[in-house]
């Protein structure tokens, strides 16, 4: 059974379920260079062990990456991994990673 | 899957009134993936696929996965096995249809996997994360029931427990021995990780018991971070022996629990054999292993260099300079979900990065870890010069510590990023 209301909404509601589908596509911007790596340990949580990045300012995990890379901030993992990536890839990482994924 | 039903009736519903050939249209413009297997590397490339917007069925027969990664520390007491147990239910809450079926063939000219209850599966894009099988052809008197036998632990469940009931029952002063493979093989650090684990087993409830490690290399991950704390830990527990020691294991006898050597025969009251191994079963059916057993990859996207529209991410792979492990996996899982939508969508996948990071524990309050960062260099995953490496050398027991308290927290991390 279909009802007028109900032929009047249907090209509506084919056009909602096409913009749910594409949503969480176009919410995701392609993760620059190693970037998608970083949340197999720093995850969601706030407060756990290993900081997540969620949030924070771009410019704080670029300066804290610069630092483990020159050694003037200690580490026990992060001076190794920071030394894989340049300036550039740098600062797009700390873009993508700063948001929510 | 409660998802894609309701999902798939709104749109039915909303197809109604409106020209048939519209709903076609929708049903058609969304790609459709298939996933094989629900471990690090399958359910975490499912959910990136999912969203990303598309079809994603995962292929995965058991209820429950069990994680090889801490599992060592189920051998030694230390953890339970349900800590390594996750289920997909988050996986299927988000829409990924989860078919609990053996993924039996490939037919890569039609793009479709057949399940072992004879069902079809139609697929835009494949993706195999088999994981490894073990060898049972490889080395002589080591078949499946030698295997009950002489546990190979290196797929965590029935394995795991197993082994730990051996270790449980065997008398102080008895001799465990663990035969480690040549490369390549899952987690290169895990042999020695697992070595020192049930040391500390043995030195806090067997302490006259001995371990000996027979190998079939000369060298091995973190060997001098493992080696330093062997002595400084169980110095009259674990001897190793290296391959031109005479270390590698040419042939089992299960009966006799003995292993024998170029150089002699080694009998044990427990005896772990980690034996040779290669992708799982499915990438063998689909034709995308070569003469090695193990799947060759383009690094930039996953895909087969031997079956188009097939990616293989994950322990089955060659991916270069990337080891065999969990981090990998879902690392490479991210990395091949992103360029399969750019594919997809009909653009040019982005040259990738890719970390790896490899925690292992030597005593429950002390770990020691491996990275590294990679990029493809004429088509192979290349370390990138002068980052990665093992933690120094000459660390203070804090620092041990610390990287103890980070393996856990990425234990947690990760497994929420892959199961939910």
Redesign the interface.
């Known amino acids: 059974m279909?009802t007028p209301w109900?032929?009047r909404i249907?090209?509506i509601?084919?056009a909602?379920?096409?913009l749910?589908?594409?949503?969480?596509?176009m919410a995701?911007s392609?993760?620059?260079?190693?970037a998608?790596?970083?949340?197999?340990?720093?995850?969601p949580?706030p407060g756990?062990?290993?900081p997540s990045l969620e949030g924070l300012d771009p410019e704080a995990i670029v300066a804290a990456m610069e630092a483990f890379r020159s050694g003037q901030r200690e580490a026990?993992?992060m001076n190794?991994?920071?030394?894989?990536?340049s300036d550039e890839?740098t600062r797009a990482l700390a873009a993508w990673v700063s948001q929510k994924h | 899957m409660p998802g894609a039903l309701s999902r798939r009736a709104f749109v039915g519903a909303a197809a109604i009134g409106v020209a048939a050939i519209r709903s076609r249209v929708v049903a058609q413009t969304t790609p459709r993936v298939v996933v094989v297997g629900g471990g690090f590397g399958g359910a975490s490339c499912a959910r990136e696929l999912r969203r990303s917007g598309f079809e994603v069925t995962l292929v995965e027969p058991n209820p429950v996965y069990t994680a090889c990664p801490f599992s060592n520390a189920v051998l030694a007491g230390l953890r339970s096995i349900e800590a390594q147990q996750f289920g997909l239910d988050a996986l299927e809450r988000e829409g990924i249809r989860v078919v609990r079926q053996k993924a039996a063939r490939v037919a890569p000219q039609d793009r479709r996997v057949s399940l072992d209850d004879g069902s079809t599966l139609d697929y835009d894009r494949l993706v195999l994360s088999p994981g490894i099988d073990i060898r049972f052809d490889a080395l002589p008197g080591y078949d499946e029931d030698a295997a009950a036998v002489l546990p190979h632990a290196w797929k965590a469940g029935e394995q795991t427990l197993l082994l730990r009931r051996q270790l449980e029952a065997m008398d102080d002063g008895g001799t465990v021995i663990i035969s480690a493979p040549s490369n390549p093989f899952r987690c290169p650090p895990g042999p020695y990780e697992r070595a020192s684990l049930i040391a500390h087993y043995l030195k806090t409830h067997k302490p006259r018991s001995k371990l000996l490690i027979l190998d079939a290399k000369d060298t091995f991950s973190k060997q001098r971070l493992f080696t330093s704390a062997w002595q400084a830990l169980y110095p009259n527990i674990i001897e190793w022996v290296s391959l031109s020691s005479g270390g590698k294991v040419t042939e089992v006898d299960a009966k006799t629990r003995t292993l024998v050597t170029e150089f002699g025969r080694h009998t044990g009251d427990v005896v772990n054999v980690i034996a040779p191994q290669r992708a799982g079963q499915i990438a063998q059916e689909a034709g995308v292993a070569d003469r090695t057993g193990w799947c060759p990859i383009d690094p930039v996207t996953f895909e087969s260099r031997l079956q188009p529209n097939i990616h293989v991410i994950g322990d089955a792979t060659i991916a270069g300079g990337m080891p065999k492990s969990a981090f990998s996996a879902n690392a490479q899982a991210k990395v091949c979900a992103a360029a399969i939508t750019s594919l997809l969508r009909g653009q040019a996948p982005v040259e990738p990065k890719l970390i790896n990071t490899c925690y292992s524990l030597v005593a429950p309050d002390y770990g020691i870890s491996v990275a590294g960062v990679y990029r493809p260099v004429n088509g192979v995953l290349t370390d990138v010069e002068g980052a990665g490496g093992t933690s120094p050398a000459d660390a203070p027991p804090s620092f041990r510590a610390q990287e103890a308290v980070y393996a856990e927290a990425w234990f947690q991390t990760i497994t929420a990023n892959v199961f939910g």
Do not use: D, W
């Open positions: 279909v109900q032929q249907a090209p509601a084919v909602v379920a096409l749910c589908a594409a949503a969480p596509a995701q392609a993760a620059p260079p190693g998608s790596s970083c949340s197999g340990c720093h995850g949580q756990a062990a290993v026990t993992i190794r991994i920071a030394k894989g990536f890839e």
